[in-house]
DNA sequence: AGTTAAACCTGGTTGC
DNA sequence: TGCAACCAGGTTTAAC
């Protein structure tokens, strides 16, 4: 599913086309994680507003009616911006009819999310963003800020990246890049990490995620740009889903763990408690 | 309070 | 070939 590269690839491929963008009209399809919390009718008529990404959230404001959607993607959704929208598919569930196209959802497994909310700033939208740690690329994000975060927590250090509590937007695979990246295991709890070490995950982290940027994503199965492209990450993947195949940086046999319910991938040579 | 499982869904892949 | 088991870019909620 889409991590922050995946989500911000999307923002931008949205901002200028849907930016005063009028809605004719919205339908939903299945049943999304949670309800939309207002009648698709009610949002005809609003203009779009810029489109802002907050973690792996995507706000689309709106005026007159004056509130917002706030968007997830789960772990297998994507938006495409189409200009001539064909019948729905039997995943997408929900589509925003413009003047300026249509923006639709496509998310086979329905962990997604549109939320209406009358501002960022309240429930629901702020409910959902209350527990969200710093933003990666936050200047106010040092070395000594992250640091001091990871001391808080005694689990492993995977598991905090995973939970967002110390820095937004590392899923499952730049997670494992990330710490691969960093030289740093796993499986290390969080508060055992030196100053030093916490300081080159925060830059492996930040670097990761600007690279997966670069390239547009990661596309396992399902993710797509707005326009209906893949992302080229994947070819580049370290550790992610290779176990078993060679550490491309020594060549020891890349492992793969379960940590938290979720696969952890790491090379036992150059990843270090 | 802090950490860890279970839950939400569908579909593709693997293995017997 | 058939079918069961397992796996998948995430997050919230309930339970130790």
Redesign the pocket.
Known sequence: ???LP?VEVTRRGLAAPLRGARVLSARLG??L??PLGCPAAALVGATVGDIVRR???LWLPLSQPDGGLLL?????G?LALLAQAGEPG??DHFDLVTDRGTLRLND????GAVVWSASLHEAPAA???A??GPEPFDPALTPETFHASLH?????IK?VL???EAI?G??????CEALFQAGIHPALRA?RLSRPRAARLLAAVRGTLARALDVG???????TDVHGAS?AYQAEAAV??RAGAGCLRCGTLVR?I?Q????TYFCPTCQRR
Do not use: W
């Open positions: 599913m889409p991590e995946e299945k049943p994680r949670r973690g792996k959230y997830h993607l789960g772990m297998s994507s039997p995943h086979p497994r329905r962990f409910t959902l963003l527990r969200l808080a927590r005694r689990t492993p598991a995973l939970s967002g937004v590392a899923g499952n695979i730049y997670a508060d994503g990661t596309t396992l199965r399902n993710f992302g992610y889903g793969r379960v938290a319910q979720r696969s």
